[in-house]
C-alpha cells in the first residue's frame, strides 16, 4: 500500500516537473528551430551574428519574436522601405527593440500598463536613459498587448515558450521602435502641436533632449485658439509650450504618474496629475490618449492647454470636459493654426541617410564564435530577409549547447529523492 501511495504520489508530483525541466533545458536555437512560425525570425536573427552570439551567453531574457504573419505585415508598415533596401543598422535596431532584459512571463501582465526596458539603446535611434521601452498589458479575453512606437499594437499569440537563457513570447507584429515627436505627431492628428513647436523654434529641444514626457493638447484645443495663438509674441508661446514639457530625469510613463504626482516643467512651475473616475488629468486638463511613445521620451494628448497663468487649478472628474482656461478667439474659417509650420517631408525611419549593406562585415562575424559565424555566413549566401520561403536546413546552425538547468536540476533530485522512497 505505502509503495503504491508513493508511487502515485511519485507520478503526480514529478511527472510535469520533469516535463518542465526538459522543456526548459532547449537552448534558443533548438527552440527556434522547433517553432515552424519562427522560420522567418531564425532567419534574421541569425544574419545578425553578433546580436544572435550575445542573446545565447545571456539569461534571464525575454525575447519578442515575430512569427511568420508579422514579416507579411512588413512592407505594409513603417518599416517597410528599411527593411526592403535591407538597411542593416536600421533593422539591427528593430531587432534590439525585441529583447527586454529580465523574465517578463505573461502572467507578469496585468491590467495596469507596464513600460520595460529593451536592448535598443543606440543614440541613432533613441534618447532614453537605460534603453527604449516597451509597453505591456493584460486586456480582457484575456488577451497580452505590447505597444511601441507610431501607436502600434501587437499581440501576444504564443507565450512563454522557454528555453536555457529566459523566454520567448511569439507576437504576430513587430514592434517599431518609437519616432521622434515631429514624426509621429501626423499619426495622431497633432498636427497643431507639430507645427507650433516648429514656429516657436522648440522642435530640436523637443525632438532630440533626453527623458521628456509632453502633453501635447489635440488639434481641437489649438483650433477654437488660432487667432489668439498665432497672434501672441514669440516668448508668450514659447512660455505656454514649455508649460506642457517635463525635462526630469525619468520619463513620466502612466504607470510612474500616481495620483497626486507633481512634476517640474521646462518653465519651472509643477503639474499636477489627478487619477479619478478611471481616468489620468494633468491639472484641468484630461488626458485622452496616454502612453504614445517617442524616440525621447513619452507624449500624453490631453483635451485642452495647460496654463501657466494658473497652475494650483485642479481636475474635476464630473465635467466630461472642463472649460479651456485660456481665452481667446480662432482663426477666420476656423482654420487649425501652425499647420504650415509642419515640415513637409518628415518620413519615419531616416532610410535616406542610412547606407544599404549588402553584406554582414566580417569584423562583426568575427565577434562570434565559430559557430555563429557560419550562421551569419550561411544566412547572408540567402536572399533578403523579408522574402519568404527559405527554409533549407543548411541554414540551421547548432548554437553551443547550455547546461542542464537548475530549475531541472533541482526537480531531477527531488524527484529521485520520491522515487527511492
Ligand atoms: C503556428 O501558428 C498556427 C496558426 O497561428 C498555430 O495553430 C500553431 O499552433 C503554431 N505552431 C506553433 C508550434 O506554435
Ligand atoms: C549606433 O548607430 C549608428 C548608426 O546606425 C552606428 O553607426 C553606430 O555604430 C551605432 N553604435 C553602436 C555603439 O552600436
Ligand atoms: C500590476 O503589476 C504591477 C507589477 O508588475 C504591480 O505593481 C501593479 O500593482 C499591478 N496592478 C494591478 C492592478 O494588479
Ligand atoms: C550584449 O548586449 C548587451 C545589451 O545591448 C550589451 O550591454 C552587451 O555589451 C552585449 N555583449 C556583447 C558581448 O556584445
Ligand atoms: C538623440 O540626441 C542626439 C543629440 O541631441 C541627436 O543627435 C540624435 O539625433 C537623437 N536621436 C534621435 C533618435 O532623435
Ligand atoms: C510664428 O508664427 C507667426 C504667426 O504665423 C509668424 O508671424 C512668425 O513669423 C512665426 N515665427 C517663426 C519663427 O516661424
Ligand atoms: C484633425 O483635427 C482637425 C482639427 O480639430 C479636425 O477638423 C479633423 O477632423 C481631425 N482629423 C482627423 C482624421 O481626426
Ligand atoms: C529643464 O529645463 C530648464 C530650462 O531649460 C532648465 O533650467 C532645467 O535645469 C531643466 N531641468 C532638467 C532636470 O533638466
Ligand atoms: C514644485 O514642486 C516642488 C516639489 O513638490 C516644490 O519644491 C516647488 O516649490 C514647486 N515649485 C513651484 C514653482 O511651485
Ligand atoms: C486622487 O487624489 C484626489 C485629490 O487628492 C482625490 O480626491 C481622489 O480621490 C484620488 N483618487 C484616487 C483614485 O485615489
Ligand atoms: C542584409 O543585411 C544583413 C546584415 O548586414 C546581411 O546578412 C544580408 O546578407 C543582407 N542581405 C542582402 C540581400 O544584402
Not at 83 to 98: G, K, M, W
Not at 183 to 211: C, I, M, R, W
Not at 356 to 377: E, L, Q, R, V
Amino acid at each position: 500500500m505505502p509503495v503504491i501511495l508513493s508511487a502515485a504520489l511519485f507520478a503526480l508530483l514529478c511527472f510535469p516537473f520533469v516535463a518542465i525541466a526538459q522543456q526548459s533545458t532547449k537552448d534558443l536555437t533548438q527552440l527556434l528551430q522547433s517553432n515552424q512560425n519562427l522560420s522567418e525570425f531564425t532567419t534574421l536573427l541569425t544574419s545578425y551574428g553578433d546580436i544572435y552570439a550575445n542573446l545565447s551567453f545571456q539569461s534571464g531574457l525575454t525575447i519578442l519574436a515575430p512569427n511568420n504573419d508579422a514579416f507579411n505585415k512588413i512592407p505594409y508598415s513603417s518599416l517597410g522601405p528599411a527593411f526592403e533596401a535591407n538597411q542593416s543598422q536600421i533593422v539591427r535596431s528593430v531587432l534590439q527593440y525585441h529583447i527586454l532584459p529580465g523574465l517578463h512571463p505573461s502572467k507578469s501582465y496585468n491590467g495596469s500598463f507596464s513600460f520595460d526596458r529593451t536592448w535598443l539603446q543606440n543614440g541613432s535611434y533613441t534618447n532614453v536613459s537605460a534603453g527604449q521601452v516597451v509597453g505591456g498589458v493584460q486586456q480582457s479575453g484575456p488577451v497580452n498587448i505590447f505597444t511601441s512606437g507610431m501607436g502600434s499594437r501587437s499581440t501576444l499569440v504564443t507565450p512563454d515558450l522557454q528555453f536555457t537563457g529566459g523566454i520567448v513570447h511569439v507576437i504576430d507584429t513587430f514592434l517599431i521602435p518609437p519616432q521622434t515627436f515631429i514624426q509621429t505627431v501626423p499619426q495622431f492628428n497633432l498636427t497643431a502641436a507639430g507645427g507650433a513647436v516648429e514656429n516657436a523654434s522648440l522642435a530640436d529641444y523637443v525632438n532630440t533632449h533626453k527623458d521628456l514626457t509632453l502633453f501635447v493638447p489635440q488639434n481641437a484645443a489649438f483650433q477654437v485658439l488660432g487667432g489668439t495663438l498665432e497672434s501672441m509674441p514669440a516668448s508668450q508661446l514659447q512660455r505656454i509650450l514649455d508649460y506642457h514639457i517635463v525635462n526630469s530625469s525619468t520619463v513620466g510613463y502612466s504607470s510612474s504618474l500616481p495620483n497626486g504626482t507633481v512634476l517640474r516643467t521646462r518653465n519651472g512651475q509643477n503639474l499636477t496629475i489627478t487619477f479619478a473616475s478611471n481616468s489620468l488629468f494633468v491639472n484641468q486638463a484630461r488626458v485622452l490618449q496616454q502612453d504614445l511613445l517617442l524616440a525621447n521620451g513619452v507624449m500624453h494628448v490631453i483635451d485642452n492647454f495647460l496654463d501657466p497663468n494658473a497652475p494650483s487649478v485642479t481636475a474635476n472628474p464630473e465635467v466630461a470636459t472642463a472649460p479651456p482656461l485660456i481665452q481667446g478667439t480662432s482663426l477666420s474659417d476656423n482654420l487649425v493654426p501652425f499647420t504650415s509650420y509642419l515640415p513637409t517631408s518628415v518620413t519615419s525611419f531616416d532610410t535616406a541617410s542610412a547606407t544599404p549593406t549588402s553584406s554582414f562585415g566580417a569584423s562583426d562575424i568575427g565577434k562570434g564564435t565559430s559557430a555563429f559565424a557560419s550562421a551569419a555566413a550561411s544566412a547572408s549566401s540567402s536572399s533578403t530577409h523579408t522574402s519568404s520561403k527559405k527554409k533549407s536546413s543548411a541554414e540551421r546552425v547548432e548554437a553551443p549547447r547550455m547546461a542542464v538547468t537548475v530549475a531541472g536540476g533541482f526537480f531531477g533530485t527531488f524527484c529521485w529523492v520520491m522515487g527511492a522512497l
